[in-house]
């Protein structure tokens, strides 16, 4: 589904402090199925998901979608297919704090339009969904840190998207929720949804639900099992 060739990426390019944070990355990310990005801090898994995500452009190499370069696409065009496709789940979960659970999972959907009684009710299914419609109207921070977590994930489905990207989602989970979090993602994948997360998380990268890891350091890949 989506194809990485020679992928680099630079910050501070022709500065002194100039940093290579990709060097090189052929990755093929493969339908329905839960890829997990591992490796030390610094490896370059967050930005290799940025890029993955349309979030940030590569200093070189190509992003494939579908067969479709994306690479040079104009911003406006990376915007609609990063609505279009893709749901970020954040690891600080980056929900607004005074709008309640139901305002925060409609967010992504207000630049779409359309009708708002039908938006409304689609984020409350999704928070039925997830055992949160008696929070629905709920101040997201009133909520625990496992019901905030299911808002974040309410949030990346509302605009249905192929592919949910997770950054490190179970850094600040204790043991419990991150064992809820990841029967959340097996039964996305059950729905037919592209899974891409980071993780240190020996219970996410060992899980069964992970169907390939892929292990970063200094901007490279070493393997992946």
């Not at 990355?25 to 967050?46: F, H, M, N, W, Y």
């Not at 659970?101 to 999704?126: F, K």
């Not at 991150?178 to 997360?197: V, Y």
Request: charge should be neutral.
């Amino acid at each position: 589904m989506i194809n990485l060739t020679n992928i680099r990426k630079a910050y501070n390019q022709g500065r002194a402090n100039e940093f290579w944070a990709l060097n090189g990355i052929d990755l093929k990310i493969e339908a329905q199925r839960v890829t997990a990005l591992c490796g030390p801090s610094g490896s370059g898994k967050t930005t290799l998901l940025t890029i993955i995500g349309c979030l940030a452009r590569p200093t070189s190499g190509r992003v494939h979608l579908k067969e479709r370069d994306i690479s040079g696409l104009p911003e406006r065009f990376l915007t609609e297919i990063r609505r279009s496709t893709f749901g970020f789940v954040f690891q600080q979960f980056n929900l607004i704090k005074g709008l309640s659970a139901r305002d925060n999972v409609m967010l992504p959907a207000y630049p779409l339009g359309g009708d708002w009684r039908a938006l409304h009710e689609r984020a409350e299914a999704l928070l039925d969904t997830f055992r949160l419609g008696h929070r629905c109207h709920a101040r997201v921070e009133w909520l625990s840190g496992g019901e905030q977590q299911r808002v974040a994930i309410a949030r990346a489905m509302i605009n249905d998207p192929q592919v949910v990207i997770a950054d490190e989602p179970t850094a600040n989970l204790d043991t419990v929720l991150s064992r809820e979090f990841m029967a959340i993602l097996e039964s996305l994948k059950e729905q037919g949804k592209t899974i891409l997360l980071t993780s240190h998380d020996p219970l996410v990268v060992e899980s069964a639900v992970v169907d390939t890891v892929v292990n970063l350091r200094d901007g490279r890949l070493v393997g992946d099992a």
